[in-house]
T-cell receptor, first 111, second 113 residues
Framework: GQQLNQSPQSMFIQEGEDVSMNCTSS?????WLWYKQDPGEGPVLLIA?????ELTSNGRLTAQFGITRKDSFLNISASIPSDVGIYFC???????????FGTGTRLTIIP | DVKVTQSSRYLVKRTGEKVFLECVQD?????MFWYRQDPGLGLRLIYF???????EKGDIPEGYSVSREKKERFSLILESASTNQTSMYLC????????????FGPGTRLTVL
C-alpha cells in the first residue's frame, strides 16, 4: 500500500508546551485526516482537511493541508495531560477510496 | 453519539483455532472496515464492506475472511490462527457520503499462542 511518513515518531514534552508534527507522502492526497488514539481505545477523528492550503482549527489543535498536496501538519498549543496518546495522519491517495495511515506520533507529557 | 462495539477487548487463542471477531454499529452506516494495528506500522486495512454481502480486500487480506449478513454487523474470521496474527484489531464505520471520516471501535487485542 501507499506509505505515509509521519514525524517525529515520539515526543516527550512538558505540560504547557506547543507541539508540531507532520506527515508526508510521495503521492498526491485529496484529503488529509488527523486522528488521535488514547491508550486502550480506538482512534478518534480530530480534523479533516479537503482543500490544498486549507488551515483548520479545533480548539487548541490546528492542522494544515500542504499546498503541494503531499504533506500535512498538526499543531497543538499549550499541551495538557489529556493530549497524551498516539496521533495518526491518514488520507486516501488520489484515485483510491481506501485510507492509508501514517505510523503515528506518540506524545508523552513529562511531569 | 456514534457507537461501534467489538465483541471482546482481549482474546487469547491457540495456533490453528478458528477465531471470530465481531463488530456491531448502531449508526446504519453503509461502510464497515477491519484494520490491524502493529507497533511501527500504523493501521493496515484487512477488508472492508460497502453493503450487506459485499466485501473488498484491503492491503493485507491473506489469512483472513469476512462476513456481512446484516448491515449492522461485520465479522472478521481467522480460519486458522497463527502467531503472526497476534495484533490489535480495529473495526471502523463510515457513512456512504463521508467514507474517509471513519469512526472506530475500541479494538480487540488478540494474542495467538
Amino acid at each position: 500500500g501507499q506509505q505515509l511518513n509521519q514525524s517525529p515518531q515520539s515526543m516527550f514534552i512538558q505540560e504547557g508546551e506547543d507541539v508540531s508534527m507532520n506527515c508526508t507522502s510521495s503521492s498526491i492526497f485529496n484529503t488529509w485526516l488527523w486522528y488521535k488514539q488514547d491508550p486502550g481505545e480506538g482512534p478518534v477523528l480530530l480534523i479533516a482537511l479537503y482543500k490544498a492550503g486549507e488551515l483548520t482549527s479545533n480548539g487548541r489543535l490546528t492542522a494544515q493541508f500542504g499546498i503541494t498536496r503531499k504533506d500535512s501538519f498538526l499543531n497543538i498549543s499549550a499541551s495538557i495531560p489529556s493530549d497524551v496518546g498516539i496521533y495518526f495522519c491518514a488520507g486516501p491517495y488520489f484515485g483510491n477510496e481506501k485510507l492509508t495511515f501514517g505510523t503515528g506520533t506518540r506524545l508523552t507529557i513529562i511531569p | 453519539d456514534v457507537k461501534v462495539t467489538q465483541s471482546s477487548r482481549y482474546l487469547v487463542k491457540r495456533t490453528g483455532e478458528k477465531v471470530f471477531l465481531e463488530c456491531v454499529q448502531d449508526m446504519d452506516h453503509e461502510n464497515m472496515f477491519w484494520y490491524r494495528q502493529d507497533p511501527g506500522l500504523g493501521l493496515r486495512l484487512i477488508y472492508f464492506s460497502y453493503d450487506v454481502k459485499m466485501k473488498e480486500k484491503g492491503d493485507i487480506p491473506e489469512g483472513y475472511s469476512v462476513s456481512r449478513e446484516k448491515k449492522e454487523r461485520f465479522s472478521l474470521i481467522l480460519e486458522s490462527a497463527s502467531t503472526n496474527q497476534t495484533s490489535m484489531y480495529l473495526c471502523a464505520i463510515a457513512h456512504e457520503a463521508m467514507i474517509n471520516e471513519q469512526f472506530f471501535g475500541p479494538g480487540t487485542r488478540l494474542t495467538v499462542l
